[in-house]
């Protein structure tokens, strides 16, 4: 049971300072590492739709590989083995780690929703005048996103929760500030509740962000 009194004297402004400097460094890291994990994700869809069988099996193999790869074994190897001697900032490996991750997800799940799409639409539409560019950007596109937008939305959800690892490598995000607040102040339940709180009011929101975009855009039945 959290205790009132004692939880409001922990949220000091001091408190508040750090989680926010923790919470930035965790947004940072989930947002660029989507926006980098969705480009690739978006070169390896097309890869595996290539022609150039090389192509596709250097899809295949990059995504078996990394997505049976734990993500911290990921980030540990590009941290203190691949970059190690760059000079790169963690962050910018947590993101490229990240993005690596992301990317081997986030490409099965655009893989599973093109091909959800009716392929009779599409021959409709090339019969109608529509050439191969046109088709696909104005029927295969649009319906492809409605499909994965549930998927994608739990991807970034995921995506959230697994920078909370990102404490191995130095960098000190919201899990970590979480942890320190709790050692320095002898109260670990109150911060760890307070941490639990965040990351579920953060989570709500991207899922709240999604519910948005799905009735501005409209939704597949």
């Not at 969705?38 to 899809?59: D, F």
């Not at 339940?189 to 709500?204: A, E, K, Q, T």
């Amino acid at each position: 049971v959290v205790h009132l009194d004692g939880f409001i004297a922990f949220i000091t402004a001091d408190t508040l300072k750090v989680i926010w400097s923790g919470l930035k460094v965790t947004l940072l890291i989930t947002a660029a590492g989507l926006l980098l994990g969705t480009l690739l994700a978006a070169l390896l869809c097309a890869a595996s739709r290539s022609k150039i069988i090389v192509l596709r099996v250097a899809e295949k193999v990059f995504s078996v590989v990394v997505r049976g790869t734990p993500v911290l074994m990921l980030l540990l190897l590009l941290f203190y083995v691949v970059f190690a001697r760059t000079g790169m900032s963690a962050i910018m490996v947590a993101i490229i780690g990240f993005g690596l991750n992301t990317a081997a997800h986030v490409s099965e799940i655009m893989k599973s929703a093109l091909m959800a799409v009716d392929a009779g639409q599409v021959k409709a539409a090339r019969t109608l005048g529509f050439s191969a560019w046109h088709a696909f950007w104005y029927v295969t596109f649009p319906q492809a996103v409605a499909f994965a937008r549930p998927m994608y939305r739990n991807a970034t959800i995921n995506l959230l929760q697994w920078t909370s690892v990102v404490g191995y490598v130095t960098i000190s995000d919201l899990t970590r500030v979480i942890n320190q607040l709790g050692a320095r102040s002898a109260k670990p339940f109150y911060s760890l509740f307070l941490g639990i709180v965040i990351y579920l009011f953060v989570g709500y929101m991207i899922h709240l962000i999604f519910k948005l975009t799905e009735r501005k855009g409209g939704r597949v039945r």
